[in-house]
């Protein structure tokens, strides 16, 4: 069935170096995909998002990569600092646009930051 | 910043209680969503909402019942507390996308409910 997975369940880096969180989708009709960190004892945040007519989008610290070829996306995040340390979680939207959507979510990574 | 507040960040219940969960947000969403937590399972979604008294199953709703009789009120119902119901409860309310490609949603703080 339609699914969005991630490739690791757990990614541990050194801090100062660049983090490279995957996640692979299987919709091609997908139009919006979202990430969000979650901290301990907090709700999801956002993150970044992109359109599925867009290959990369750059925020602070963080980038966004789109490959609709192989349905695949990551999350690059530069610098990694120990308050990076989280779950991250992809999510796609699947009902194919509209004004009403809901997201499907990835079952999550936990991003471990090394002192 | 929009602001999703749920009703309590702990709750302990015995099997066979009604539980109600409270999620409230301010900033006039039409979209409201929960979602239930489990290590390894990551979110899933149990029932959402597009409008004041509209109601729509999502992946796992065995169980649960909603009720959404104001705008920025979304209430999650437990019939009858069972222990495999023991779970982090997350609230998120997102705007209608109108075409524009944006579904960000955003969420509380969850409540992490234990059934005895």
């Known amino acids: 069935g339609e699914n969005v997975g991630l490739h690791l369940p757990t990614l541990s880096v050194q801090e100062g170096d660049n983090s490279i969180i995957n996640c692979a989708y299987s919709n091609s009709a997908s139009d919006y995909f979202i990430w969000y960190k979650q901290e301990s004892g907090k709700g999801p945040q956002f993150i970044i998002d992109i359109r599925s007519n867009m290959d990369k989008r750059q925020g602070q610290r963080v980038t966004v990569l789109l490959n609709k070829t192989v349905k695949h996306l990551s999350l690059q995040i530069a610098a990694t600092q120990p308050g990076d340390s989280a779950v991250y979680f992809c999510a796609e939207n699947l009902s194919g646009g509209g004004a009403n959507s809901k997201l499907t979510f990835g079952k999550g990574i936990t991003l471990s930051v090394r002192p | 910043d929009v602001k999703v507040t749920q009703s309590s960040r702990y709750l302990v219940k015995r099997t066979g209680e009604k539980v109600f969960l409270e999620c409230v947000q301010d900033?006039?969403?039409?979209?409201m969503f929960w979602y239930r937590q489990d290590p390894g399972l990551g979110l899933r979604l149990i029932y959402f909402?597009?409008?004041?008294?509209?109601?729509e199953k999502g992946d796992i709703p065995e169980g649960y019942s909603v009720s959404r009789e104001k705008k920025e009120r979304f209430s999650l119902i437990l019939e009858s507390a069972s222990t495999n119901q023991t779970s982090m409860y997350l609230c998120?309310?997102?705007?209608?996308?109108?075409?524009?490609?944006?579904?960000?949603?955003?969420f509380g703080p969850g409540t992490r409910l234990t059934v005895t």
């Open positions: 998120a309310s997102s705007l209608p996308s109108l075409g524009a490609g944006d579904y960000e949603q955003y």
């Open positions: 900033m006039d969403h039409e979209n």
């Open positions: 909402s597009y409008d004041v008294k509209m109601k």
